[in-house]
């Protein structure tokens, strides 16, 4: 198994540029995720799915889109990029969060707003 | 809402020397997990805690469940340069589907 597959690694935008940040998971996860980690803030919850056609917003959701057509894969879409957007991006996935499964991350993209 | 935190926010210790981190939650957790991420890595599980008052030890980690469910920690005896990096704790999040509301982390350097 690959695990959470993130797509790209490294990522420099415009301001107002559009894009959408890849990620995949192949151990069947319900549950998928999306943080940012900015230096002293620690993750923040940006949006996350507990199934196929389901989403919901986290903490900080403004200026990022989601969609979740298929259990494997849960794109991370930014409309009009911001600097204030500068982050590292990580996607998780777990099993349920029904007795609160580990989280698995993938390896994260490095995005920086110009 | 929900807010976790978490102290030091860094911390240097010579090799050899104990580390400890706290956390602290803004509401009662039904449970605790710890994350580790190396340098340039992403976070990955350590441990998870339940119980009230729990205690569990993973070789040189130690960690702890406050008695009331709202804090924790995370003990390091001897540190190794194996050790460095930024730890975090993270409890469930009941306005966000029980998705983890994360600590700011506490970033281990170990100096050789």
């Known amino acids: 198994n690959a695990g959470v597959t993130q797509t790209p690694k490294f990522q420099v935008l415009k301001t107002g540029q559009s894009m959408t940040l890849q990620c995949a998971q192949d151990?069947?996860?319900?549950?998928m995720s999306w943080y940012r980690q900015d230096p002293g803030m620690g993750l923040r919850l940006i949006h996350y799915?507990?199934?196929?056609?389901?989403?919901d917003q986290g903490e900080v959701p403004n200026g990022y889109n989601v969609s979740r057509s298929t259990t494997e894969d849960f794109p991370l879409r930014l409309l009009s990029a911001a600097p204030s957007q500068t982050s590292v991006y990580f996607c998780?996935?777990?099993?349920?969060?029904?007795?609160?499964?580990?989280?698995?991350f993938g390896s994260g993209t490095q995005l920086s707003v110009l | 809402g929900q807010q976790v935190m978490q102290i030091p926010q860094y911390q240097h210790v010579q090799e050899g020397e104990d580390f400890t981190t706290y956390c602290n939650s803004s509401?009662?957790?039904?449970?605790i997990q710890w994350y580790k991420q190396r340098p340039g890595g992403h976070p990955v599980f350590l441990i998870q805690?339940?119980?009230?008052?729990e205690v569990k030890k993973q070789k040189r980690l130690t960690f702890q469940f406050g008695e009331a469910k709202k804090n924790s920690s995370l003990h390091i005896t001897a540190t190794q340069t194996t050790d460095v990096g930024t730890y975090f704790c993270?409890?469930?999040?009941?306005?966000?589907?029980?998705?983890?509301?994360f600590g700011g982390g506490t970033r281990l350097m170990v100096k050789p």
């Open positions: 151990m069947n996860h319900e549950y």
């Open positions: 799915s507990v199934g196929a056609g389901i989403t």
């Open positions: 993270a409890g469930p999040n009941n306005n966000a589907g029980n998705m983890l509301t």
């Open positions: 509401t009662t957790l039904s449970n």
């Open positions: 805690l339940v119980k009230s008052g």
């Open positions: 998780a996935s777990s099993y349920s969060t029904a007795t609160n499964e580990k989280l698995f």
